[in-house]
């Protein structure tokens, strides 16, 4: 969210307070990212700095006391930004709805992924078919990322294209591990951003 909002030219700065753990928003924008839910949620914080100010386009979705921009987004060009971790979930809906939303009400992904993962056999016979969708994958080399990279790279081979990002931080040699596995054995189009110094 702060990197969009800078991107955006809006202002990000230090918050009057930091937010770390459990803390509660108000949802003031009825958007279909927060369709169904109460008007007060439960998350889950961790920052010092927050947006400021809103870029252009953006709408306040939540807030909180000490933080106003805890949501935005601008529903004409389906970007959103959360302050909170949308994949910590603690309220009895079971799944993060965010995860849900997002993808099936924006991006319209649901049907699609899920014919092209399901019907892989058809797609064969059919080599046109969903030639059109390319997909970006951001590959952390943990279980999550990689079962999804190897899934879409099953269903539109070729069409996807992972990005790994060595920070510097990672355990012995395993940025060496994720490309050998993912480019070398899986023959995935992986990018890797060597980010291990900062200029």
Same mark, same amino acid.
């Given at each position: 969210?702060?990197?969009?909002?800078?991107?955006?030219?809006?202002?990000?700065?230090?918050?009057?307070?930091?937010?770390?753990?459990?803390?509660?928003?108000?949802?003031?924008?009825?958007?279909?990212?927060?369709?169904?839910?109460?008007?007060?949620?439960? /998350?889950?914080?961790?920052?010092?700095?927050?947006?400021?100010?809103?870029?252009?386009?953006?709408?306040?979705?939540?807030?909180?006391?000490?933080?106003?921009?805890?949501?935005?987004?601008?529903?004409? =060009?389906?970007? %959103?930004?959360?302050?909170?971790?949308?994949?910590?979930?603690?309220?009895?809906?079971?799944?993060?709805? %965010?995860?849900?939303? %997002?993808?099936?009400?924006?991006?319209?992904?649901?049907?699609?992924?899920?014919?092209?993962?399901?019907? =892989?056999?058809?797609?064969?016979?059919?080599?046109?078919?969903?030639?059109?969708?390319?997909?970006?994958?951001?590959?952390?080399?943990?279980?999550?990322?990689?079962?999804?990279?190897?899934?879409?790279? =099953?269903?539109?081979?070729?069409?996807?294209?992972?990005? %790994? /990002?060595?920070?510097?931080?990672?355990?012995?040699?395993?940025?060496?591990? /994720?490309?050998?596995?993912?480019?070398?054995?899986?023959?995935?189009?992986?990018?890797?951003?060597?980010?291990?110094?900062?200029?």
């Amino acid at each position: 969210m702060q990197l969009t909002a800078r991107r955006c030219r809006a202002a990000v700065k230090p918050g009057q307070a930091r937010e770390y753990g459990h803390a509660n928003i108000d949802v003031v924008e009825a958007d279909p990212l927060f369709e169904g839910l109460p008007a007060e949620l439960d /998350v889950w914080m961790s920052h010092g700095d927050q947006v400021e100010t809103l870029p252009p386009g953006f709408a306040r979705l939540a807030q909180t006391a000490t933080c106003p921009n805890a949501a935005m987004g601008d529903t004409r =060009r389906r970007i %959103f930004g959360l302050q909170f971790h949308p994949r910590w979930w603690p309220h009895a809906a079971g799944q993060p709805p %965010f995860l849900r939303h %997002f993808p099936v009400r924006y991006l319209r992904l649901h049907r699609r992924l899920a014919h092209v993962v399901l019907h =892989r056999g058809e797609r064969r016979r059919h080599p046109q078919a969903g030639r059109q969708v390319h997909v970006i994958c951001g590959l952390s080399g943990g279980v999550d990322s990689s079962v999804v990279a190897a899934l879409l790279h =099953r269903a539109i081979g070729p069409q996807l294209h992972c990005i %790994f /990002v060595d920070n510097g931080l990672l355990r012995y040699r395993e940025a060496e591990q /994720v490309e050998s596995t993912f480019r070398e054995r899986m023959g995935i189009d992986l990018h890797v951003a060597h980010a291990q110094t900062c200029s």
